[in-house]
């Protein structure tokens, strides 16, 4: 006999754990008991040592669908002859280091029961389990405890209670478990009158069937909704959000309904049907049934399948496509407080479909973009992914806070090799986005029970993260915003030692005082070294020339082929073109060697798009485009590499020529991305080259055009290096605090070293 004690680290509350040790145990004959504590699930169990070798084998390998394990430490106990197994209450206390999981969809044993009549919960939307449910948006505190949820105010009714003391039962110590007797209500409100329960879902589904914008509380926040094959109902709900083109996303009820808008890998069925339930950008079907308003003029559609119990019955009683869009004001955080709904919401929309689980932390819809070849692009982390750990392969030494960037903001600790990455947070100019970056802040530190006490921060002075950063009296580790980039696919791909790495991005301050944004960096973890980069040209207006492509155009064109071409064409482009052209003359703009700025600059050249109204909209379409295009007929520009450094000027003159012979913006847009990617390529080819090594990171905001990407991946293979490309993180900004929270780790360990 030997009595043993098991500590599991990771992902491991709220996820079963203790019911599967449990019924392991019990099925080996073991004693002991098992309990969560502040560091994660804690094992004390005694038995013969087979026995126990073959429960330790079934915690590694066996972890129920929604753990992640992440450290298995075992420790010799005096032996005490207990009897029997048992799940010990949970202890609070400090220290805590524990994983909450992700938001999960409702799992296939909830859904028999929601559509079975003769279920007690049949048509209930709140039902869960041990494997499904609500987590991360209603944890307020850890231990995860139904006391320490959103569901602390729900008594269990005697059936719940004995369901969840019931170990063979799927609901044992299932924290949110709930069903009609004693869990959530739903709630309807409109001008006419308000429902309650079953009534408040017909309600719902009636306004939408004609016609109506509605409000739902998704399992992160609420939605606004309307039926996706209206025209008029999408022109209402663009015109009172004040959102012009942004594609809106489409849910429907099931994979078929899906695959009749979309084509889909078999990847991209695999996360749409995933319990994450992320929205999948694929291309959309000719004859899919969806209005033109939903996403205009682009070649994708964004679908999802329901990601909650209410999802599941609201698209059963509405039994079409449902526009599920973001229900915030335009460039606010969504809306995720009943009061604030009903205020903020209550006026854009014909009713409100609310309940009274109160969700703690707003939490965004995840995007993955379906890219050629079944690859899946991370667009936006957030719900089903947070706070899910990123593995660090140079363990920090102090736990590190990383703040991240301006625009499309999140925020990140590390812990030893833990790196837990929040939630997208949105951008960063608007206070609204900065109070949810501050009590995400507060959220992360709560939920690890660890203060940190580096700071890592972008070296940008006016983003508000690194003001933020310059306050908190922590020791600050400034990294460079492309260093960050690529160091967040440094991460992500653990590698540590030294790449090659193309940033190309929308732009980030460089360490000379300008802005970057086309950059080659031999870099690692710990430093980099600018070893390329994109040809400068002015951004005429600095921000302005963000808004208005077609600004950048004039500077291009005026740079790559002199102000006789600039004036010629500028008349095409903006009625203000020749005071930003004397501008661009006089010299005065701050200069930019950001890829971004350029294929902006391309869009308007080919008329594709000259003011935008949401960000990256120009470089979007002229992705648009350029896969519309037939490769065949694609004219073959190159562009100059001189050194080091990479001049596009005979993109742009062949654009110009291009449209005066008559050619379709199709093949000029294809000819672009063609001619950018084979340009890069030669260069990263020859800096590979020149400091020795045989792989290349791609990373910044420009690369989630996967056009782009392809091309300059597969030249880039063909050439034999190694690519690495963002799988689990964003390539934009959004990965940033990723980046920074690997480069400050690496710092702090070397230096750590170095005193030892
Ligand atoms: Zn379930
Ligand atoms: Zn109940
Ligand atoms: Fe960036």
């Known amino acids: 006999m030997e009595r043993w004690r098991i500590r599991v680290r990771g992902t491991v509350q709220g996820v079963g754990f203790r019911p599967f040790v449990y019924r392991r145990a019990v099925a080996l004959q073991l004693s002991g008991r098992v309990g969560n504590d502040g560091e994660g699930v804690v094992v004390d169990v005694e038995g013969p040592r087979e026995t126990l070798t073959a429960l330790l084998h079934a915690v590694r390998s066996q972890a129920p669908a929604l753990a992640l394990v992440e450290q298995v430490a075992v420790e010799r106990l005096p032996v005490t002859g207990d009897r029997g197994f048992v799940i010990a209450p949970t202890v609070t206390g400090a220290g805590t280091d524990v994983r909450v999981s992700a938001d999960v969809a409702p799992c296939e044993a909830c859904l028999r029961e929601l559509g079975d009549a003769d279920d007690r919960r049949f048509g ?389 005082g300008t802005l970057w944004g086309g950059e080659f960096l031999l870099a690692d973890l710990l430093d980099f070294e600018r070893v390329g980069h994109l040809v400068p040209a002015q951004q005429p207006g600095g921000d302005a020339a963000v808004r208005e492509p077609w600004r950048m155009a004039l500077s291009w064109l005026h740079r790559a082929l002199g102000p006789d071409v600039a004036a010629e064409h500028g008349a095409r482009l903006d009625g203000r073109w020749a005071a930003v052209l004397s501008l661009v003359a006089s010299g005065r703009s701050p200069e930019t060697s950001s890829a971004g700025r350029l294929f902006d600059a391309a869009a308007a050249l080919l008329g594709i798009r000259s003011i935008v109204s949401y960000e990256g909209q120009a470089a979007i379409e002229l992705e648009a485009c350029a896969r519309k295009a037939t490769a065949s007929r694609t004219p073959e520009w190159d562009v100059d590499v001189r050194g080091s450094v990479l001049d596009p000027a005979p993109l742009l003159l062949g654009l110009v020529d291009g449209r005066s012979r008559g050619l379709g913006v199709d093949v000029l847009a294809a000819a672009f991305h063609r001619g950018l990617a084979s340009g890069t390529a030669r260069l990263a080819v020859d800096l590979a080259e020149l400091h020795d090594v045989d792989t290349v990171a791609l990373s910044g905001g420009v690369f989630q055009n996967v056009v782009f990407s392809d091309l300059l991946a597969d030249q880039l293979r063909r050439a034999g290096l190694r690519v690495l490309m963002h799988e689990h993180l964003p390539p934009h900004d959004g990965s940033i605090s990723a980046g920074q929270a690997g480069v400050a780790a690496a710092r702090l360990a070397t230096e750590g070293r170095r005193n030892a």
């Open 124 to 512: 209930y939307p709140f039902l869960n389990c041990t494997d499904c449910g609500p987590r991360y948006t209603i944890v307020r505190n850890v231990p995860y405890d139904r006391a320490s949820t959103t569901m602390s105010d729900f008594p269990l009714c005697a059936r719940c209670q004995q369901e969840y003391d019931d170990p063979a039962d799927r609901r044992f110590h299932a924290q949110p478990t709930a069903c009609p007797d004693c869990g959530p209500r739903l709630w309807w409100r409109e001008e006419q009158g308000s429902a309650e329960g079953p009534s408040a879902l017909d309600a719902a589904a009636r306004v939408l069937g004609s016609g109506g914008v509605v409000a739902v509380k998704g399992v992160g926040g609420y939605h606004l909704a309307c039926d996706a094959g209206d025209e008029r109902a999408l022109t209402l709900l663009r015109r009172r959000k004040n959102r012009p083109d942004k594609p809106f996303a489409v849910m429907v009820g099931d994979l078929s309904a899906a695959e009749e808008l979309c084509v889909l890998s078999s990847s991209a069925r695999a996360a749409l049907t995933s319990l994450r339930r992320p929205i999948v950008l694929a291309p959309r079907r000719s004859r899919a049934s969806v209005a033109p308003g939903v996403a205009p003029g682009l070649p994708e559609l964004g679908v999802a399948l329901p990601s909650s119990g209410l999802h599941v019955l609201l698209l059963a009683a509405v039994h079409r496509p449902v526009v599920m869009t973001s229900g915030n004001r335009s460039g606010e955080p969504l809306v995720h407080d009943d009061a604030e709904a009903l205020d903020v919401l209550g006026p854009l929309v014909d009713g409100v479909l609310g309940h009274d689980r109160p969700i703690h932390v707003g939490v965004d819809d995840s995007v993955l973009r379906s890219a050629p070849g079944g690859r899946l692009q991370m667009t936006r982390r957030a719900r089903g992914w947070v706070p899910q750990p990123v593995r660090l392969t140079v363990a920090s030494p102090h736990p590190v806070l990383a703040v991240g960037a301006q625009l499309k903001s999140t925020v990140a600790l590390a812990r030893g090799n833990s790196l837990t990455v929040s939630q997208h947070l949105g951008d960063l100019d608007d206070w609204p986005t900065y109070g949810a970056f501050t009590s995400a802040i507060g959220h992360l530190i709560r939920l690890s029970g660890v203060q940190p006490t580096v700071v890592a921060h972008d070296l940008h002075p006016d983003y508000r993260s690194t003001a933020w950063a310059q306050e908190s009296g922590l020791t600050r580790i400034g990294v460079q915003h492309h260093h960050a980039h690529v160091a967040a696919c440094l991460v992500e791909h653990r590698i540590t030692t030294k790449v090659l790495g193309i940033a190309f991005d929308g732009t980030g301050l460089g360490t000379d």
